[in-house]
């Protein structure tokens, strides 16, 4: 079964989401074409960052447990689908920058590739997402993708500080990307 056939599969359940997923997929090509980097790769990371999004907390557990990864069960609950879905795209041998990128996707982290960074800003501004700055962070990384990505953690820096929900894993990421920002 192909990446594709088994994301449509779990999907089947929650089809409301499928557009999300398509429209990471098609973003991420898009930038992968832009860069010189393989679309096809993009493609499969956009296909497993969420794909275990909706599993209870035991499926986690038990892919951590299976590759001695019993100390990701610490991590907070919400960054939990990233971790184990880089697991089972590594079982299927996907580079390790395409499996980083999905592991890291909900919050970033300092010195990211460039892969990261494509399906990381991709999950946060692809065209289903409902904010208005993520059409114009769309257009912008038309022509500066780094702008665009920075932007993008400016907003979620300021999204997080308003609604209280800072964490420490995306301060890492804050931290490294938005260091003018940060010492205001
Ligand atoms: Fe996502």
Request: proline residues 4%.
């Amino acid at each position: 079964m192909t990446i594709k056939e088994r994301f449509y599969k779990v999907y089947q359940a929650i089809p409301e989401r499928i557009p999300h997923v398509e429209g990471v997929r098609d973003l991420a090509m898009h930038w992968a074409r832009l860069k010189g980097l393989d679309p096809a790769g993009l493609e499969a990371a956009a296909y497993y960052h969420d794909l275990t999004k909706y599993d209870p907390l035991a499926f986690h557990f038990d892919v951590f447990d299976a590759h001695q990864k019993a100390n990701w069960k610490s991590l907070p609950e919400f960054m939990m689908h990233g971790y184990s879905a880089s697991l089972l795209a590594e079982d299927d041998g996907l580079s390790k920058s395409l499996v980083d990128a999905i592991k890291y996707h909900t919050t970033g982290r300092a010195q990211m590739s460039l892969e990261e960074k494509i399906l990381m800003l991709a999950d946060k501004i692809e065209p289903s997402r409902p904010y208005e700055e993520a059409a114009q962070l769309r257009s912008i990384a038309e022509t500066d993708f780094e702008k665009a990505f920075r932007l993008m953690l400016a907003h979620l820096y300021e999204y997080d500080i308003e609604h209280d929900r800072l964490n420490a894993y995306s301060l890492e990421t804050y931290t490294h990307y938005l260091k003018e920002r940060m010492a205001e």
